[in-house]
């Protein structure tokens, strides 16, 4: 997937400069620094593309992924610079997951997030290709738990955030989020072992979730 906005110049000149913070870039941007937007984007694109990926069909995703970071121009006066911009990526790109969802007439989406899957808003199936049948299994058991269950998992194993900051972007307190979590690896290991093509299957992938978390994190770069 391309840049925002074309080709972006390169310069090199003299010295190295220090890289600006990602805020730094969003101020620019704001300001019309076309060429920030893209750094920015660039820095970006493989955790809010994944994000959305394994939700929605890529297409869908593609076209999240870009209204995403336009968002967060628009949005940049009611983030707190408490959190990263991480952290803010994400909240938006929650928020738009669930606006795409009101857009398909699913009004109660954002309810829906804490108890329905996925599967249960009637979304498709992922058009990624998992080489191994341990990823398969869990890339299918993410998307049959419920939606913010399944952000919480992606977000604190997949790309990093402390639970303090899974907290921001799911609005609910740091405490609840490590709860959550906990009930999150229940739920995936009951689907798991509900869906798994042999128990020796199932049973390996919730033994190992840990290392299969991340080869499939891999597997969507």
Same mark, same amino acid.
């Given at each position: 997937?391309?840049?925002?906005?074309?080709?972006?110049?390169?310069?090199?000149?003299?010295?190295?400069?220090?890289?600006?913070?990602?805020?730094?870039?969003?101020?620019?941007? +704001?300001?019309?620094?076309? !060429?920030?937007?893209?750094?920015?984007?660039?820095? #970006? &694109? /493989?955790? @809010?593309? %994944?994000?959305?990926?394994?939700?929605?069909?890529?297409?869908?995703?593609?076209?999240?992924?870009?209204?995403?970071?336009?968002?967060?121009?628009?949005?940049?006066?009611?983030?707190?610079?408490?959190?990263?911009? +991480?952290?803010?990526?994400? !909240?938006?790109?929650?928020?738009?997951?669930?606006? #795409? &969802? /009101?857009? @398909?007439? %699913?009004?109660?989406?954002?309810?829906?997030?804490?108890?329905?899957?996925?599967?249960?808003?009637?979304?498709?199936?992922?058009?990624?290709?998992?080489?191994?049948?341990?990823?398969?299994?869990?890339?299918?058991?993410?998307?049959?738990?419920?939606?913010?269950?399944?952000?919480?998992?992606?977000?604190?194993?997949?790309?990093?955030?402390?639970?303090?900051?899974?907290?921001?972007?799911?609005?609910?307190?740091?405490?609840?989020?490590?709860?959550?979590?906990?009930?999150?690896?229940?739920?995936?290991?009951?689907?798991?072992?509900?869906?798994?093509?042999?128990?020796?299957?199932?049973?390996?992938?919730?033994?190992?979730?840990?290392?299969?978390?991340?080869?499939?994190?891999?597997?969507?770069?």
């Amino acid at each position: 997937m391309g840049c925002l906005f074309g080709n972006v110049p390169q310069f090199l000149y003299g010295q190295a400069v220090a890289e600006p913070s990602d805020f730094e870039l969003l101020e620019q941007w +704001r300001a019309g620094d076309r !060429a920030a937007g893209n750094t920015l984007f660039s820095r #970006h &694109f /493989r955790p @809010l593309f %994944r994000f959305f990926r394994t939700k929605v069909a890529d297409e869908v995703a593609e076209d999240l992924t870009q209204v995403s970071f336009l968002a967060c121009v628009d949005g940049r006066d009611k983030f707190r610079n408490a959190s990263s911009f +991480r952290t803010y990526l994400f !909240a938006i790109a929650r928020n738009q997951l669930f606006m #795409h &969802f /009101r857009k @398909l007439g %699913r009004r109660e989406a954002m309810t829906a997030f804490e108890t329905q899957s996925m599967v249960d808003l009637g979304a498709g199936p992922s058009t990624l290709v998992a080489a191994r049948a341990e990823q398969r299994l869990l890339l299918e058991a993410l998307r049959r738990i419920p939606v913010d269950f399944q952000i919480a998992i992606e977000l604190y194993y997949w790309e990093g955030l402390p639970t303090a900051e899974v907290a921001t972007v799911l609005e609910i307190p740091e405490g609840t989020v490590r709860s959550r979590l906990t009930r999150a690896r229940e739920h995936l290991a009951k689907q798991m072992r509900a869906i798994a093509e042999s128990p020796k299957l199932a049973e390996s992938t919730v033994a190992d979730f840990e290392r299969w978390a991340q080869s499939l994190r891999d597997a969507f770069d």
